[in-house]
Structure formats: structure tokens, C-alpha cells
């Protein structure tokens, strides 16, 4: 096996264990959201902004994780500069700003959260959302940075 193949088989289990995660959160978190209800009974009506989010998170974090083990397909068959991984790498970068607003409509949430029940300070889930947003915007920054050159190879043949 030679190196090329060995690196892309090892990206291909990454993603595979990152869906795994996905899907176990997916699982998990309606439960996580009851309980959370029944305990604060006076703010449950926010666990439905909170599941859309984290749903749309876990789609559009799902596509950009199946596109991502299609575009290392398409190395491994010796197809990286083609039209197939330039429009992998465009859905790539569609996930990303789709979860960028997801994120952004759950600091809204949150903070609408914070008004409401005067106690909270969403201080802390404020800061780990943009910390999100910006580790996220960088991704895009680097899927754009990979488009390009793609894209003028494939404008040259």
C-alpha cells in the first residue's frame, strides 16, 4: 500500500468516527432536551430553537462529512482535479456557511434565553459559539483557498 492510499484510507476512518459521533448526538439529544424541560419547566419552550440548530448542524455537518470522503475518493482514483471534487469541495463550503447562520440563530437564542430568565448569563455558550463560528470560517477560508486553483485547472483543459 503505498502512501497516497494509506494517508486517504486514514482520512476515511477519521470521517467515518466523526459520523459516528454525529449520529450518536442526533440520537441522544432529544432525551438530553426532555430532561432539560422537565427540570426548567419555565424556559422549555426554548429546546425547540435549540433541536432545529443542532439538527441543521448535524445535517449540513453529515453532507459536508460525506462530500469530504467523496473527495478523498476521487484522490485516491487519481481524479482530484476534476469536476466531481470542484463541486464536492463547492457543498463543502455551502455546509460551512449553513452552519455559520445555524450558530448564529443559537446566540440569538441564547441570548433571547438570558433576557428572559434574568438569573443566566450566556456569557460562556456566547464565547464557545463564536469560537465555533471562527473555527468554522476558517474551514471555509481554507475549502475557498483549495477551489480555486481546482477551479482554474479546470478552465485550462
Known amino acids: 500500500m503505498n502512501?497516497?492510499?494509506?494517508?486517504?484510507?486514514?482520512?476515511k476512518v477519521i470521517i467515518f468516527l466523526a459520523g459516528i459521533a454525529v449520529l450518536a448526538m442526533c440520537i441522544w439529544l432529544p432525551q438530553i432536551a426532555v430532561k432539560d424541560a422537565r427540570v426548567h419547566?419555565?424556559?422549555a419552550y426554548f429546546v425547540i430553537p435549540f433541536l432545529v440548530c443542532t439538527y441543521g448542524f448535524c445535517i449540513a455537518f453529515s453532507v459536508a462529512l460525506y462530500q469530504a470522503y467523496k473527495l478523498l475518493t476521487y484522490i485516491?482514483?487519481?481524479?482530484?482535479?476534476?469536476?466531481?471534487?470542484?463541486?464536492?469541495?463547492?457543498?463543502?463550503?455551502?455546509?460551512?456557511f449553513t452552519v455559520i447562520i445555524l450558530i448564529l440563530i443559537a446566540?440569538?437564542?441564547l441570548r433571547v434565553l438570558a433576557i428572559v430568565t434574568v438569573s443566566d448569563d450566556a456569557a460562556g455558550p456566547t464565547s464557545l459559539?463564536?469560537?465555533?463560528?471562527?473555527?468554522?470560517?476558517?474551514?471555509?477560508?481554507?475549502?475557498?483557498?483549495?477551489?480555486?486553483p481546482l477551479k482554474n485547472a479546470l478552465d485550462i483543459k
Open 107 to 109: 446566540i440569538v437564542s
Open 76 to 96: 485516491e482514483k487519481n481524479n482530484a482535479f476534476s469536476e466531481l471534487s470542484f463541486k464536492s469541495l463547492k457543498i463543502i463550503k455551502k455546509c460551512a
Open 3 to 11: 502512501v497516497k492510499r494509506g494517508s486517504t484510507t486514514f482520512l
Open 129 to 148: 459559539c463564536l469560537m465555533g463560528i471562527l473555527a468554522t470560517s476558517i474551514f471555509a477560508a481554507i475549502v475557498d483557498t483549495l477551489q480555486k
Open 41 to 43: 419547566p419555565d424556559t
